[in-house]
């Protein structure tokens, strides 16, 4: 049975502004229009803005203009804007779940937990906004001041992926606001709705003309090149994959644009013996299954010590086995499509690979026939070395599970790939955990839990996985820049 109506889906679908919104004024795009599709089944959900080159740079144009006047806008104002936007956000938040539902395909429940985790970060910033400060030193020979002080970056340029459609866009758009900055803002062409509902919330909570200024755009490479070109940008934050990243990298280096890059992971999520097994299997199961497995910190191989990997797997089979796949909009689905077919076919191979190589499927490994783009939650025991999937980020319901003997052989097995952005670990032995924490190549570590998103927290990887930090007291840092002024008294 069906929770939502369609009446109620077409509602939201027709609340959402549709355009470019650039300088405080919602407009076409010179290209025409680009289809959304609902992952669920396969079918155009809407029509948004596909924006030229040119579209782009009257975005920078607006962001340009705007800067200097919004630099100098009171902070507890900047603060209030944010503010103001967490309270609407909360308060629509069911019809914003919807929506994120419809574009992405995950679960009700699942959305809702974004659109809260998103909104925070609105609310997080609104209180750094009157944070910003500097320093005041006397010169250590006495003879002049060191005065240090924050100002904005400038305009920056925010690139987001599909996969947490609102919240990887106010983890970059909390801070930028709250620094003073103006900016342009590229979601991803599949999810690009729950972005737009946000801007016409902040224009409705009164942010002024300019600060923010969207494009949707059919080419993401066409619409943002020039952007980068430009010398009027200061920066350009990025979170996908790290292929994109490496390229926008060379991009920026023309302008020595300041840079935050949010990529690629591959999570190792290590199990040892003396771990409460029930708390593991659950922590694996929020590791892997939270956003369909289509998530950055997603647990992509599960190194489980030998004495209690066959266990380990068993249980967590059990679990993942019994969640109910379907259309993220009907009751008790747990499991959503994912997001295309290429990212479906993506995780077949894979998955294909690993059992010609001699894994063992527990549960799954199938796609499903019928319409939407569904796989099967899957669970692969006596994953062997050589297995792609231990090298490569699956983006998908599929927990590969791998036994070791010891310490050493986990910690090296965890830290065997080009990324780092998160591990877990599980263990009741707290010297062990500190030690090995220690020791994992990684910007973030889960002990004893399988989440470690929270916009209190510096989120971020070393590595491949990129740098920078998003969230917490870290997170408005790289849109400020240090002044020094040396006064001579
Ligand atoms: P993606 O293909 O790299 O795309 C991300 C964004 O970049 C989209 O808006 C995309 O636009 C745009 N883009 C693609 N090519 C571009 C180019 N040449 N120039 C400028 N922009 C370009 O990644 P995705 O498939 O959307 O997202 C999945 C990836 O994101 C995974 O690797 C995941 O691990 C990573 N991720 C990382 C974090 C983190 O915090 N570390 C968080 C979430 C996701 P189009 O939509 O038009 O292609």
């Not at 509602?11 to 289809?35: F, H, S």
């Not at 983890?171 to 972005?195: D, E, F, N, W």
């Not at 983006?395 to 791998?402: I, L, M, R, S």
Request: negative net charge; hydrophobic residues 40%; charged residues 25%.
């Amino acid at each position: 049975m069906s929770t939502i109506s369609a009446p109620q889906e077409q509602r939201i679908l027709d609340q959402v502004p549709k355009q470019l919104y650039i300088a405080g004024e919602w407009r076409n795009g010179a290209k025409g229009t680009i289809a959304v599709e609902d992952p669920a089944i396969g079918e155009p959900l809407c029509e948004v803005a596909d924006a030229s080159p040119d579209d782009a740079m009257a975005a920078l144009d607006a962001a340009v203009e705007a800067g200097p006047q919004w630099s100098q806008h009171p902070p507890r104002e900047r603060g209030e804007i944010l503010r103001r936007a967490f309270d609407a956000i909360i308060e629509h938040k069911d019809e914003l779940a919807l929506l994120m539902t419809l574009e992405m395909g995950k679960p009700l429940k699942e959305s809702q937990a974004e659109i809260g985790y998103a909104a925070e970060f609105l609310r997080w910033f609104s209180e750094q906004a009157v944070r910003i400060d500097g320093r005041y030193a006397v010169a250590p020979n006495g003879q002049g001041r060191l005065l240090t002080m924050k100002q904005p970056v400038g305009p920056c340029l925010l690139i987001t992926p599909w996969n947490f459609p609102l919240a990887m866009g106010t983890r970059k758009i909390g801070p930028a606001i709250a620094a003073g900055c103006t900016m342009v803002v590229k979601p991803a062409q599949q999810t690009p709705l729950s972005m737009l509902m946000l801007v016409r919330i902040l224009e409705e909570t009164g942010l002024p003309k300019g600060v923010l200024n969207l494009i949707t755009a059919s080419s993401a490479s066409e619409s943002t090149g020039p952007v980068i070109s430009d010398p009027r940008l200061r920066k350009l934050s990025f979170t996908g994959s790290t292929e994109v990243g490496r390229k926008l990298m060379e991009q920026a280096s023309e302008n020595l644009l300041r840079l935050s890059m949010e990529l690629g992971g591959n999570a190792p999520f290590i199990v040892f013996e003396d771990a409460d097994l029930d708390a593991a299997v659950q922590g694996a199961l929020i590791a892997k299954m939270r956003n369909i497995g289509e998530a950055c910190t997603a647990a992509n191989r599960f190194h489980v010590a030998d004495a209690v990997a066959d266990q380990f797997a068993k249980q967590l089979a059990a679990k993942i086995g019994a969640m109910k796949v379907g259309r993220g909009t009907e009751d008790g689905v747990e499991v959503g499509p994912l997001i295309d077919d290429n990212q479906r076919r993506k995780v077949a191979e894979l998955v294909d690979d690993a059992v010609g190589r001699g894994a063992r499927a527990l549960v799954g490994g199938h796609a499903r026939d019928g319409a939407g783009y569904f796989y099967d939650p899957t669970v692969l025991a006596d994953v062997p070395d050589g297995a792609e999937l231990l090298k490569e980020e699956i983006f998908g319901p599929v927990a590969p599970v791998k036994g070791f003997a010891d310490e050493d052989e986990a910690i090296a097995a965890a830290n065997d790939t080009e990324f780092g952005l998160v591990a877990y670990v599980y263990t009741s032995d707290l010297k062990r955990a500190l030690r090995v924490v220690e020791r994992l190549e990684t910007g973030m570590v889960g002990l004893n839990q399988g989440m470690v998103s929270n916009p209190a927290a510096p989120f971020g990887g070393i590595k491949q996985s990129g740098f920078g930090r998003e969230g917490g007291p870290e997170g408005i840092e790289k849109y400020l820049e240090t002044k020094y002024v040396a006064v001579n008294l």
